[in-house]
């Protein structure tokens, strides 16, 4: 019995499940949000630039250079910046730092499947608070009864896996209402339609934004995400992190990262692209039936009023199109769907043909 061997703690984890990343070629890959371009050209120079014999030195713990190129993209200070590895570190960090204070968090009940799981392991206690028919995040709902006592707010906008954007007027009156505790607004979706909350962080030093250069910036293999916010929250994640590992962020993905906040060509083009084709794709499932949820994001959560989300899931996979099914109460019969390129996407219309009847 070498599971004796465990903490306490280990026993009781229900680790988070990412999608599928499966070996085989020729599939169409729609499962878990990744940009179906490659990254900017200069991105992979500026990887290559460093591919010598300075490996052999450890990275810059401080992250310094990529955390002022992401200052001036945002018209912040450097010390308003975190970078770490990947978002969903940055946000593992933010549980432990500035939400764990002993009283409830809240979060929506459809939403980043992560966050129960760092609740678990840091243990602090939540309470999902259910979005609506529409699939939205009702932001009165934050306030009253269930938000006396609270120990903080977080939420993707746009909500994952639903797509829907709240307005920054509601983030507003959610981070202005609740000044005694940090509102998180996980940002991963944010460049494919959204306003962003950055432009709140100099009037509000409880508001926490969190993004990720995994989906607008098809940097999903390099791991880096960041947290924007006031110096105080800045630092908490710093004594975090050190306390942790010094150097998350390794010397090919801090020059990796750091062009592609300089490539903006690059990234406007392809998010823009990403864009018309998700409205291209919207309309098409539409006109096959199907119930989308208006999406700000990089996929659209649909459903059939005649097949069942396992069903259309099975059909699919059963053609080589791999698309995201969650088996959870109110969204069974929900598929999420990366949008791909626009061959990808006609591919997944063509399967389901095959599929749905007219
Ligand atoms: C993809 C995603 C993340 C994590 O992104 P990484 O930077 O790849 O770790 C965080 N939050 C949400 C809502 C996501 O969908």
């Known amino acids: 019995m070498s599971q004796s061997f465990w903490s306490p703690i280990v026993h009781e984890l229900t680790p988070y499940v990412p999608g599928e990343q499966p070996k085989g070629m020729g599939l169409v890959k729609l499962n878990t949000n990744e940009n179906p371009y490659g990254p900017s050209p200069k991105v992979l120079a500026a990887i290559s630039s460093v591919l010598n014999d300075t490996l052999r030195l450890y990275p810059d713990p401080t992250a310094s250079e990529l955390r002022q190129t992401i200052a001036e993209y945002y018209a912040l200070s450097p010390n308003q910046v975190f970078v770490g590895n990947g978002s969903d570190e940055v946000l593992a960090f933010v549980f432990q730092s500035l939400l764990a204070h002993g009283r409830p968090v809240l979060f929506p009940d459809i939403s980043y499947s992560f966050y129960p799981v760092y609740c678990q392991l ?117 004594r975090v992190k050190d306390s942790f590992n010094s150097y998350p962020l390794d010397r090919l993905a801090l020059v990796g990262a750091q062009a592609a906040f300089l490539d ?12 018309d084709d998700r409205d291209g794709l919207t309309a098409a499932l539409k006109a096959r039936g199907f119930e989308v949820i208006p999406s700000a994001a990089n996929f659209v959560f649909a459903r059939h009023p005649q097949y069942s989300g396992a069903e259309l899931y099975q059909g699919l996979r059963a053609q080589s199109v791999i698309v995201r099914h969650f088996n959870k109460p109110r969204i069974a019969d929900f598929l999420r769907i990366t949008v791909g390129t626009t061959a990808q996407n006609q591919a997944l219309l063509t399967a389901l043909d095959r599929l749905v009847a007219p």
Do not use: C, W
């Open 122 to 238: 840091y243990g602090i206690e939540y309470r999902a608070i259910p979005i609506d028919d529409q699939m939205a995040i009702v932001p009165k709902d934050y306030f009253g009864a269930e938000a006396t006592g609270i120990g903080g707010i977080v939420f993707p906008n746009p909500n994952a896996p639903t797509g829907r954007l709240m307005s920054l007027l509601d983030i507003e009156r959610l981070v202005a209402g609740h000044p005694g505790v940090v509102v998180v607004v996980d940002e991963a979706y944010i460049d494919f339609g959204g306003q962003s909350a950055v432009t709140l962080i100099d009037r509000y030093p409880n508001l926490l934004v969190t993004q990720s250069l995994s989906k607008s910036r098809s940097l999903a293999g390099l791991r880096v995400g960041l947290a924007l916010g006031h110096p105080d929250l800045i630092e908490a994640l710093v």
């Open 264 to 275: 903006t060509a690059y990234f406007e083009e392809t998010r823009q692209r990403i864009m």
